[in-house]
Every structure is written in C-alpha cells, then in structure tokens.
T-cell receptor, first 112, second 115 residues
C-alpha cells in the first residue's frame, strides 16, 4: 500500500530534550516536506526536500533540523524543544515538487 | 502579506445542496499551482483537486470543482450535492513554482453539513 508513515504518532516530552520524528514514504517520491498545524493558522511549511541531499527552509524553520540521506526517509529533528513547538506535525511527499502531496497521519507533540 | 486567505472560518450547508468555499491567493509568480485538501475530524489530510496557473479550464473531480478566476486571484472550491461525510476542515493551498516549490496553506474553513 502506498503510504507516508510517521513515528511516533504521539509524543510528550520536556523542554530541551532532543527528539526525532521519523517520516518514510514507499512511493519513490522525490519531494518531501514537513508542516506544523496550529489552530487558526492552518499548515505552515517547516522544511522541504526536492531530492536526496537537497533540503531548504520553509516558512517556519527556526528550532528544527532535517536531513535527507535516502530518498524514502526525511526525519525531523528538534535539538532543544521548547513549549512553543507543541503542535501537530505532518510529513508529506509528492512525486516531484509540482505534484499533489500525500500526507502522513500526523504526530501530535507536546513539550512541557 | 498572507499568501492564502480563507475568509470563512465556519460554514453550514444543507445536505444535497451545493456550497462554495472561498480562497484568494497572493503571488507574483507566473507559474503556480492551487490545491484543496480536506481534513476530517480523524485528522488525516486528503487531496481533493488541483488547478495549474496555466490551465484554462476549471478543474473538476467528481463532486468537486475549482472556480479559478486568475485576474481576481481566487480559487474557490465548489462542492455539489453535499453529503454528511463532507463535514470537515477544508484547506486551500498554493505552490509557487518559481519560488522553489514552496507550499502555503490557508487557515481553513470548517464545513458542517446538516441533515
């Protein structure tokens, strides 16, 4: 089944404790992206990747890191999480940058 | 300035009636794409419809159509014959091809379909 998977689905952590949210797709898509969703703000792009080893900042990259060492994986790293990073996070992929995106199920992160 | 504006935070529609969800966008790019996504209460994001900036015809996908008015920079979603399962959040989004394919989403419209 073609899909985008994210892990974990739910995470509660404390300020400053490094964490990684994994994202994987099995559709051989070139383009992958991370978003955060906050009430009243819609989805905002954090980082995106056009292909392996190519990443770029979206609208809200501060406090996040990403890497794209393999085509299928695009992990999101929070080196020192803060409470304002409490949010619902979505990973998405598309065949190329010009196609529609397919979204993972979301990761709900709470930073206390 | 907001790239995508959805001015209707919430809407009600009677089952079997048509409804239009508004979306305006702001870009100086010549090449861009417009998308609509549905987010049910279960949380997943579902792609509905796409319109390219150079497409002359309005996009249609089943009961969904996109009313694309380029000069007005609007890309309204029309849902015909509403069903109870259409109750969800709807997001308009834009990809700026000339701007490294960055994506922008609106704040969403919550649609409630009444029986």
């Amino acid at each position: 089944e073609a899909q985008v998977t994210q892990n974990p689905r739910y995470l509660i952590t404390v300020t400053g404790k490094k964490l990684t949210v994994t994202c994987s797709q099995n559709m051989n898509h070139e383009y992958m992206s991370w978003y955060r969703q906050d009430p009243g703000l819609g989805l905002r792009q954090i980082y995106y990747s056009m292909n392996v080893e190519v990443t770029d900042k979206g609208d809200v990259p501060e406090g996040y890191k990403v890497s794209r060492k393999e085509k299928r994986n695009f992990p999101l790293i929070l080196e020192s999480p803060s409470p304002n990073q409490t949010s619902l996070y979505f990973c998405a992929s598309s065949l190329t940058g010009v196609h529609e995106q397919y979204f993972g199920p979301g990761t709900r992160l709470t930073v206390t | 300035a907001q790239k995508i504006t959805q001015t209707q935070p919430g809407m009600f529609v009677q089952e079997k009636e048509a409804v239009t969800l508004d979306c305006t966008y702001d870009t100086s790019d010549q090449s861009y794409g417009l998308f609509w996504y549905k987010q049910p209460s279960s949380g997943e994001m579902i792609f509905l419809i796409y319109q390219g900036s150079y497409d002359e015809q309005n996009a249609t996908e089943g009961r969904y159509s996109l009313n694309f008015q380029k000069a007005r920079k609007s890309a309204n979603l029309v849902i015909s014959a509403s069903q109870l399962g259409d109750s969800a959040m709807y997001f308009c989004a834009m990809r700026e091809v000339d701007n490294f394919n960055k994506f922008y989403f609106g704040s969403g419209t919550k649609l409630n379909v009444k029986p």
